[in-house]
């Protein structure tokens, strides 16, 4: 370290001063050194040290003077006594070796010096040395060797009384090569032959022809170094599998036939045609299989076809997945594209343009209203009978893509070949851990082997997707990944990035599992305005083993201006490629104008980028040194934007997400650094909705894996593995309707799950087999209370409100779905959360709920269990009837205190929060009431949890995964527990308990791979119809199936209607506008026909062997286009045309020449034979154009009639196809009259079970007779 000056630094006046007390120990804390000179290397940067009885501060080389009361100096000398005294313990313990009575004496020193420090000053965690020792990075370390036992209590750790630390043990001799190539990859973290030499004593051969089928020659390593360009095993058998073998198949030497044979045995097994599933719009299916079927199916006319630039054609802009068909409304008379998959409103190449785009065909009309100002204005609304008929439409499309595709043996293998060389190449590898050794790790920490296993993908991998479940031990697997790096040379300075209130509780258990780890945690403070630009300069000079760092203050610390220039410059020169390169070979075509319009934003996102200030001098985030990041609880940062055509798909976000697009844009960063490595996200729930959420993680993880596969947009992956559909509902305010995107179905999950699972380390609750209490009986206990006469009414009034929203009776202000849905749910737990007045009902959940809390309360006294209440509704509200207050008053009522019911709602902040779960841990608030945000993640209280119970169902799968993890979770110290759910019969509860359960089997089954199918239907979210509604409220299913089969009829009845008009307008075609059409055509080829013969017979003379053009006018013959112009300028000039509609100039090869007036007052030329006549246009221009127009005009006679021709079997091909379409049914008829049949069916039931109960109109009408 460079010698530097002395400043003066000032301790917070905030912090109490003590008088200062004799000196203890003082060879601690002196050491040789005199102001001036060079600091010792034993000073850790940013650090406290005391010298000559003076405090002072070392910061980047300079030791600064810290002038502070006398008392504040003796607080601040006594900690770094007890900090010297515990670095000496953890320096013993890292010696390979050393003596018991050495550790004793140490051991002594630093229970003396504690217990001084103590006494005087209290705890390390007390608020006045927090301040004192603020400034110093090893304060973490100080808190980290007390242990709470209550709020305000701490406790000396284990560090006071025992060895904690692994010595680091130098392995020196091995018996044989596999116990060498193991040491290697857990020391090295790479095949080192030079090391495996030194401990095996055998020659490089000797370890190669021993670890046969262990190691592999790297094809991709060309240097000359004979102890490089192995591969281990397990890393060269699995990953992309296909590319391995085409790179050794690609390398002449004949040493790589046993990597050829090995990749072979590994090789996923290809698929056949019917296991994939092959979607319209599939971006991996090529664009002429596509423009094949479109010209084959709608039986497009071959004119329109081809040239080089075809009328009709399919184009596609890669860069954005958007699919267009140029010409889409040219082919107005074919009827396949107007009737059998097109209608009135939409052609069928419309529909299939939307149909390739992943989007459902939506029909609108305008609709005239007025503004706010009065003015009249236009809006198009959905028409909802059409947009029926044309979604019919689309469906028969698609049926007949699926049918198309396997009519050629030859297309069909091509497309099975496509499919197995992108998508099915991929083998995951298993990581095993058991051969690692954590040195410096404490000694009482073992990690468990899916931790070992999770830590040895992290370091061999370098990223992953830690899918753990709640309990799995994510904070120490990270950690122990971490450090292994960083001691093997992997990393330099990892990253920890955590919810904001974890951090003192992250770097606590990261000093406890690492007590020499160099660990630097951040506060609320030191990102104060006036701390921050201080701290952040730490984290970039200082050679941290750990950074800890909350989610918001990540954010604070900016990407560069430059580097997020350079992602837009990277974007920009990749638009602008594909645009020369479409340009090239379509010219300024629909995909070049839209890259045109995309480049322009981009310029404009770089051109404010540029013109952007930076707000403070900070440092940015690539000037920190970070090279790792670890995310925990990474799911907060899904909201990742994502550019798709479909707009309202569940689990995608399409606005803007600061905090998700900054963490992407630095995850990518440090990837760039890494060859695609360097991060790992850790959460419990990376799919709590749906799987598209899945795309997400992906994109964050594996992007350029993605890219590698052409699925790195969202569409393009969501036409590969899912089915999107559209669904034409009513809007939740009954104000219209709207298509409502979700997936339906996912297909071809083995590889996507294959590609998924190369990054992502899952974890389940039956995976991890932890330590933790069995539930009683296996499963939640359900609580069912009846629904109380008044609930009854209320549900009846619920079921009117559905149908009338439904059909469209009050207005959206009046009345909505979401109001219903939510009041309903609000009912269903207590009706006076919607009405204070309404009666008491104490066979309510509320009341259920108190009486088996209290119940479970009093026989758990002994032990001091605690219970945990969660509703997300009817949270406190002060004078306002709601479930948090009511239970505290029953609970109060019978016999429980108090202090032992709280409410998480009641802590403001972190600390209050933390002395709240710390009283529950130690059971001195036994009744603890919260949502699921308040009391989800970080939250550890389970220590004396007998008994979880649910008020209400919460709306996602991962929330109930957080609230069962509150109490089955490692570390209760019950051997059983219970979890209840409270349902009020006859109400919306049993339904949404029943919609999660299978929300989270299915998201279960799809993670772990158990029972995995090659399809399965997606749950993207609750919603409650109005049918359900009606049938929950009845308690009666056959209404909910009346409804389902109505509307199924009412769609099927409307699309025969379209059937029935589209025959007979097929009809007419057949009778008579064809065959006219036809005659029609024959008749103007036969006239042209005539007209070629008769030029034919009356060529031009030749002068020179050169055709001389000719013409007769007024019985003079001219000759010369000059001359003839002149001639017929001076003629028309003659002309009064507002006499006359025409004028006769002459005759040309045998046909007669006029000018006609048109109805605008143009000026035609006209050539007519005695049955046909050709039309151009005149101009008085002194030129030789129009005898030039003339010229071309009869030179384009065969062009006209090959054109007709072409037409002409266009017609007659139509006319067959009209004639066997009009004899092909309704193809949905056998399923409407089904339907129709179970639609009676119903209806006599329902009629039957109400005359079996008279109806209150019934008893009405029998009092007025």
Same mark, same amino acid.
């Given at each position: 370290?460079?010698?530097?000056?002395?400043?003066?630094?000032?301790?917070?006046?905030?912090?109490?001063?003590?008088?200062?007390?004799?000196?203890?120990?003082?060879?601690?804390?002196?050491?040789?050194?005199?102001?001036?000179?060079?600091?010792?290397?034993?000073?850790?940067?940013?650090?406290?040290?005391?010298?000559?009885?003076?405090?002072?501060?070392?910061?980047?080389?300079?030791?600064?003077?810290?002038?502070?009361?006398?008392?504040?100096?003796?607080?601040?000398?006594?900690?770094?006594?007890?900090?010297?005294?515990?670095?000496?313990?953890?320096?013993?313990?890292?010696?390979?070796?050393?003596?018991?009575?050495?550790?004793?004496?140490?051991?002594?020193?630093?229970?003396?010096?504690?217990?001084?420090?103590?006494?005087?000053?209290?705890?390390?965690?007390?608020?006045?040395?927090?301040?004192?020792?603020?400034?110093?990075?090893?304060?973490?370390?100080?808190?980290?060797?007390?242990?709470?036992?209550?709020?305000?209590?701490?406790?000396?750790?284990?560090?006071?009384?025992?060895?904690?630390?692994?010595? /680091? *043990?130098?392995? !020196?001799?091995? @018996?044989?090569?596999?116990?060498?190539? &193991?040491?290697? =990859?857990? %020391?090295? $973290? /790479? *095949?080192?032959? !030079?090391?495996? @030499?030194?401990?095996?004593?055998?020659? &490089?051969?000797? =370890?190669? %022809?021993? $670890?046969?089928?262990?190691?592999?020659?790297?094809?991709?390593?060309?240097?000359?170094?004979?102890?490089?360009?192995?591969?281990?095993?397990?890393?060269?058998?699995?990953?992309?599998?296909?590319?391995?073998?085409?790179?050794?198949?690609?390398?002449?030497?004949?040493?790589?036939?046993?990597?050829?044979?090995?990749?072979?045995?590994?090789?996923?097994?290809?698929?056949?045609?019917?296991?994939?599933?092959?979607?319209?719009?599939?971006?991996?299916?090529?664009?002429?299989?596509?423009?094949?079927?479109?010209?084959?199916?709608?039986?497009?006319?071959?004119?329109?076809?081809?040239?080089?630039?075809?009328?009709?054609?399919?184009?596609?802009?890669?860069?954005?997945?958007?699919?267009?068909?140029?010409?889409?409304?040219?082919?107005?008379?074919?009827?396949?594209?107007?009737?059998?998959?097109?209608?009135?409103?939409?052609?069928?190449?419309?529909?299939?343009?939307?149909?390739?785009?992943?989007?459902?065909?939506?029909?609108?009309?305008?609709?005239?209203?007025?503004?706010?100002?009065?003015?009249?204005?236009?809006?198009?609304?959905?028409?909802?009978?059409?947009?029926?008929?044309?979604?019919?439409?689309?469906?028969?499309?698609?049926?007949?893509?699926?049918?198309?595709?396997?009519?050629?043996?030859?297309?069909?293998?091509?497309?099975?070949?496509?499919?197995?060389?992108?998508?099915?190449?991929?083998?995951?590898?298993?990581?095993?851990?058991?051969?690692?050794?954590?040195?410096?790790?404490?000694?009482?920490?073992?990690?468990?082997?899916?931790?070992?296993?999770?830590?040895?993908?992290?370091?061999?991998?370098?990223?992953?997707?830690?899918?753990?479940?709640?309990?799995?031990?994510?904070?120490?697997?990270?950690?122990?990944?971490?450090?292994?790096?960083?001691?093997?040379?992997?990393?330099?300075?990892?990253?920890?990035?955590?919810?904001?209130?974890?951090?003192?509780?992250?770097?606590?258990?990261?000093?406890?599992?690492?007590?020499?780890?160099?660990?630097?945690?951040?506060?609320?403070?030191?990102?104060?305005?006036?701390?921050?630009?201080?701290?952040?300069?730490?984290?970039?000079?200082?050679?941290?083993?750990?950074?800890?760092?909350?989610?918001?203050?990540?954010?604070?610390?900016?990407?560069?201006?430059?580097?997020?220039?350079?992602?837009?410059?990277?974007?920009?020169?990749?638009?602008?490629?594909?645009?020369?390169?479409?340009?090239?070979?379509?010219?300024?075509?629909?995909?070049?104008?839209?890259?045109?319009?995309?480049?322009?934003?981009?310029?404009?996102?770089?051109?404010?980028?540029?013109?952007?200030?930076?707000?403070?001098?900070?440092?940015?985030?690539?000037?920190?040194?970070?090279?790792?990041?670890?995310?925990?609880?990474?799911?907060?940062?899904?909201?990742?934007?994502?550019?798709?055509?479909?707009?309202?798909?569940?689990?995608?976000?399409?606005?803007?997400?600061?905090?998700?697009?900054?963490?992407?844009?630095?995850?990518?960063?440090?990837?760039?650094?890494?060859?695609?490595?360097?991060?790992?996200?850790?959460?419990?729930?990376?799919?709590?909705?749906?799987?598209?959420?899945?795309?997400?993680?992906?994109?964050?993880?594996?992007?350029?894996?993605?890219?590698?596969?052409?699925?790195?947009?969202?569409?393009?992956?969501?036409?590969?593995?899912?089915?999107?559909?559209?669904?034409?509902?009513?809007?939740?305010?009954?104000?219209?309707?709207?298509?409502?995107?979700?997936?339906?179905?996912?297909?071809?999950?083995?590889?996507?799950?294959?590609?998924?699972?190369?990054?992502?380390?899952?974890?389940?609750?039956?995976?991890?087999?932890?330590?933790?209490?069995?539930?009683?009986?296996?499963?939640?206990?359900?609580?069912?209370?009846?629904?109380?006469?008044?609930?009854?009414?209320?549900?009846?009034?619920?079921?009117?409100?559905?149908?009338?929203?439904?059909?469209?009776?009050?207005?959206?202000?009046?009345?909505?779905?979401?109001?219903?849905?939510?009041?309903?749910?609000?009912?269903?737990?207590?009706?006076?959360?919607?009405?204070?007045?309404?009666?008491?009902?104490?066979?309510?959940?509320?009341?259920?709920?108190?009486?088996?809390?209290?119940?479970?309360?009093?026989?758990?006294?002994?032990?001091?269990?605690?219970?945990?209440?969660?509703?997300?509704?009817?949270?406190?509200?002060?004078?306002?009837?709601?479930?948090?207050?009511?239970?505290?008053?029953?609970?109060?009522?019978?016999?429980?205190?108090?202090?032992?019911?709280?409410?998480?709602?009641?802590?403001?902040?972190?600390?209050?929060?933390?002395?709240?779960?710390?009283?529950?841990?130690?059971?001195?608030?036994?009744?603890?009431?919260?949502?699921?945000?308040?009391?989800?993640?970080?939250?550890?209280?389970?220590?004396?949890?007998?008994?979880?119970?649910?008020?209400?169902?919460?709306?996602?799968?991962?929330?109930?995964?957080?609230?069962?993890?509150?109490?089955?979770?490692?570390?209760?110290?019950?051997?059983?527990?219970?979890?209840?759910?409270?349902?009020?019969?006859?109400?919306?509860?049993?339904?949404?308990?029943?919609?999660?359960?299978?929300?989270?089997?299915?998201?279960?089954?799809?993670?772990?791979?158990?029972?995995?199918?090659?399809?399965?239907?997606?749950?993207?979210?609750?919603?409650?119809?109005?049918?359900?509604?009606?049938?929950?409220?009845?308690?009666?299913?056959?209404?909910?199936?009346?409804?389902?089969?109505?509307?199924?009829?009412?769609?099927?009845?409307?699309?025969?209607?379209?059937?029935?008009?589209?025959?007979?307008?097929?009809?007419?075609?057949?009778?008579?506008?064809?065959?006219?059409?036809?005659?029609?055509?024959?008749?103007?080829?036969?006239?042209?026909?005539?007209?070629?013969?008769?030029?034919?017979?009356?060529?031009?003379?030749?002068?020179?062997?050169?055709?001389?053009?000719?013409?007769?006018?007024?019985?003079?013959?001219?000759?010369?286009?000059?001359?003839?112009?002149?001639?017929?300028?001076?003629?028309?000039?003659?002309?009064?045309?507002?006499?006359?509609?025409?004028?006769?100039?002459?005759?040309?090869?045998?046909?007669?020449?006029?000018?006609?007036?048109?109805?605008?007052?143009?000026?035609?030329?006209?050539?007519?034979?005695?049955?046909?006549?050709?039309?151009?246009?005149?101009?008085?221009?002194?030129?030789?154009?129009?005898?030039?127009?003339?010229?071309?005009?009869?030179?384009?006679?065969?062009?006209?009639?090959?054109?007709?021709?072409?037409?002409?079997?266009?017609?007659?091909?139509?006319?067959?196809?009209?004639?066997?379409?009009?004899?092909?049914?309704?193809?949905?008829?056998?399923?409407?009259?089904?339907?129709?049949?179970?639609?009676?069916?119903?209806?006599?039931?329902?009629?039957?079970?109400?005359?079996?109960?008279?109806?209150?109109?019934?008893?009405?009408?029998?009092?007025?007779?």
């Amino acid at each position: 370290m460079k010698t530097g000056s002395s400043n003066t630094r000032t301790i917070p006046k905030k912090v109490e001063t003590v008088e200062a007390s004799e000196e203890i120990i003082e060879e601690l804390t002196e050491m040789d050194w005199q102001e001036g000179d060079e600091i010792p290397g034993h000073v850790r940067n940013d650090t406290f040290f005391v010298h000559q009885d003076k405090v002072y501060y070392h910061h980047n080389g300079r030791a600064e003077t810290v002038e502070v009361s006398k008392g504040m100096q003796d607080r601040i000398k006594k900690m770094c006594q007890v900090r010297q005294a515990l670095i000496n313990i953890i320096d013993l313990q890292l010696r390979p070796s050393y003596q018991a009575a050495e550790l004793e004496k140490r051991l002594s020193v630093l229970n003396q010096v504690y217990d001084t420090f103590t006494e005087k000053y209290g705890f390390f965690h007390d608020t006045s040395n927090q301040r004192a020792f603020f400034d110093d990075d090893q304060l973490a370390l100080l808190e980290s060797i007390e242990i709470q036992e209550k709020p305000g209590v701490y406790a000396k750790g284990r560090i006071f009384r025992e060895a904690t630390i692994r010595p /680091i *043990i130098e392995v !020196e001799r091995v @018996q044989s090569a596999e116990e060498a190539l &193991q040491l290697s =990859l857990s %020391k090295k $973290l /790479i *095949i080192d032959f !030079e090391y495996m @030499q030194q401990i095996s004593g055998k020659t &490089q051969e000797i =370890l190669l %022809k021993e $670890l046969d089928g262990l190691l592999y020659e790297d094809p991709t390593y060309h240097g000359d170094q004979p102890n490089k360009g192995w591969l281990y095993r397990d890393d060269y058998l699995s990953g992309d599998i296909v590319e391995k073998l085409a790179l050794a198949k690609s390398r002449e030497e004949s040493n790589y036939q046993k990597n050829i044979e090995a990749l072979k045995k590994v090789m996923p097994k290809p698929l056949q045609a019917k296991d994939i599933q092959f979607q319209l719009g599939s971006t991996w299916i090529p664009i002429d299989i596509y423009e094949r079927f479109m010209y084959q199916t709608f039986g497009t006319p071959s004119y329109y076809q081809f040239g080089t630039n075809p009328d009709i054609k399919l184009e596609y802009a890669r860069y954005n997945n958007t699919w267009h068909i140029k010409g889409k409304g040219l082919d107005k008379g074919s009827i396949k594209a107007s009737s059998v998959y097109g209608t009135k409103r939409m052609s069928a190449y419309e529909i299939l343009e939307c149909s390739l785009n992943l989007q459902q065909v939506i029909i609108r009309d305008p609709e005239e209203y007025y503004d706010e100002n009065g003015n009249k204005k236009i809006k198009y609304v959905i028409n909802p009978k059409e947009t029926m008929i044309a979604r019919g439409k689309q469906t028969q499309m698609k049926n007949a893509f699926q049918k198309w595709l396997f009519q050629d043996n030859f297309r069909a293998d091509k497309l099975v070949e496509i499919y197995n060389e992108r998508f099915n190449r991929v083998v995951p590898r298993k990581y095993d851990g058991s051969h690692l050794t954590f040195d410096s790790m404490n000694s009482s920490w073992e990690l468990r082997p899916h931790q070992r296993n999770v830590v040895a993908r992290i370091i061999y991998n370098g990223s992953a997707l830690m899918a753990h479940e709640v309990g799995a031990g994510k904070t120490a697997s990270m950690i122990a990944a971490g450090m292994y790096m960083k001691q093997a040379g992997a990393v330099q300075k990892p990253m920890y990035v955590v919810p904001n209130h974890l951090t003192q509780q992250f770097a606590n258990e990261f000093l406890a599992l690492y007590p020499s780890a160099n660990v630097l945690r951040t506060t609320k403070k030191d990102f104060e305005k006036k701390n921050r630009h201080r701290f952040i300069s730490k984290i970039a000079t200082n050679n941290y083993d750990a950074v800890i760092i909350g989610h918001s203050q990540f954010e604070k610390i900016p990407l560069s201006k430059e580097r997020q220039a350079d992602f837009l410059r990277k974007e920009l020169t990749s638009i602008s490629i594909q645009m020369r390169e479409a340009e090239e070979k379509e010219g300024r075509s629909f995909t070049v104008k839209r890259m045109a319009g995309f480049q322009k934003k981009l310029r404009e996102r770089l051109e404010t980028l540029s013109n952007k200030e930076k707000k403070d001098d900070i440092l940015d985030f690539e000037q920190l040194g970070v090279d790792f990041l670890f995310i925990d609880e990474a799911h907060v940062y899904k909201n990742l934007y994502t550019v798709t055509k479909m707009n309202n798909v569940a689990g995608i976000n399409t606005s803007q997400s600061q905090r998700a697009m900054d963490m992407f844009q630095k995850v990518q960063y440090i990837q760039e650094m890494n060859g695609g490595k360097g991060v790992v996200f850790a959460t419990g729930t990376p799919i709590s909705n749906s799987m598209s959420e899945m795309f997400t993680m992906q994109r964050f993880l594996q992007n350029d894996q993605l890219e590698r596969m052409g699925l790195d947009t969202f569409d393009s992956w969501a036409s590969t593995f899912g089915e999107v559909i559209s669904s034409l509902e009513m809007t939740p305010e009954g104000s219209g309707y709207r298509m409502r995107n979700r997936f339906a179905k996912f297909h071809n999950l083995p590889e996507l799950m294959a590609t998924f699972q190369s990054v992502a380390d899952i974890q389940t609750h039956d995976m991890l087999n932890l330590p933790k209490p069995d539930l009683k009986n296996g499963k939640a206990e359900i609580i069912v209370s009846e629904i109380s006469p008044y609930q009854e009414r209320l549900m009846q009034e619920f079921a009117e409100r559905a149908e009338m929203i439904r059909a469209g009776v009050v207005q959206p202000y009046e009345d909505n779905m979401l109001k219903v849905t939510h009041e309903a749910k609000l009912m269903a737990i207590d009706s006076r959360l919607l009405d204070e007045a309404a009666p008491v009902d104490e066979n309510a959940k509320l009341f259920k709920c108190a009486e088996n809390v209290h119940r479970i309360w009093e026989e758990t006294t002994a032990q001091k269990s605690t219970q945990i209440i969660f509703s997300d509704s009817g949270t406190p509200k002060k004078d306002v009837f709601n479930v948090y207050d009511e239970i505290k008053h029953l609970l109060i009522e019978k016999g429980i205190p108090a202090d032992q019911v709280a409410f998480i709602h009641d802590c403001n902040n972190d600390q209050q929060r933390e002395t709240l779960f710390e009283k529950v841990r130690r059971g001195e608030v036994r009744v603890l009431l919260g949502s699921t945000g308040k009391l989800g993640t970080g939250t550890n209280v389970q220590n004396k949890l007998i008994a979880g119970h649910h008020i209400d169902c919460p709306w996602r799968p991962s929330d109930l995964t957080q609230r069962d993890g509150r109490v089955v979770r490692q570390g209760n110290e019950n051997d059983e527990v219970q979890l209840y759910r409270y349902v009020t019969k006859g109400t919306f509860d049993s339904y949404l308990w029943q919609i999660q359960e299978q929300k989270l089997k299915y998201i279960s089954q799809v993670m772990t791979g158990k029972s995995i199918s090659r399809s399965c239907d997606d749950l993207d979210e609750t919603v409650l119809s109005a049918a359900e509604v009606k049938a929950i409220a009845t308690d009666n299913p056959l209404l909910a199936e009346k409804m389902s089969v109505d509307n199924d009829i009412t769609r099927l009845q409307i699309m025969r209607s379209s059937w029935e008009t589209e025959r007979l307008d097929m009809q007419k075609k057949i009778d008579t506008i064809l065959p006219d059409a036809i005659n029609q055509n024959k008749n103007q080829q036969m006239n042209i026909q005539e007209m070629i013969l008769l030029v034919q017979n009356y060529p031009l003379p030749k002068k020179d062997g050169k055709p001389v053009f000719e013409m007769e006018i007024d019985g003079a013959i001219y000759q010369g286009r000059k001359e003839v112009a002149e001639m017929m300028d001076e003629k028309v000039s003659q002309t009064d045309f507002k006499e006359v509609d025409q004028v006769e100039i002459g005759r040309y090869r045998g046909l007669k020449v006029t000018v006609h007036k048109d109805v605008q007052y143009e000026k035609k030329i006209v050539l007519s034979s005695d049955n046909y006549s050709v039309h151009m246009r005149y101009t008085l221009e002194g030129g030789t154009g129009n005898t030039v127009r003339i010229s071309n005009q009869l030179s384009e006679l065969p062009k006209q009639l090959t054109s007709l021709n072409e037409q002409l079997e266009n017609m007659e091909v139509n006319l067959q196809m009209a004639k066997q379409e009009i004899h092909l049914p309704f193809e949905e008829d056998e399923k409407l009259q089904k339907l129709l049949a179970r639609q009676t069916e119903i209806n006599t039931s329902l009629e039957l079970e109400n005359l079996s109960k008279p109806s209150i109109l019934e008893k009405e009408e029998v009092i007025e007779r």
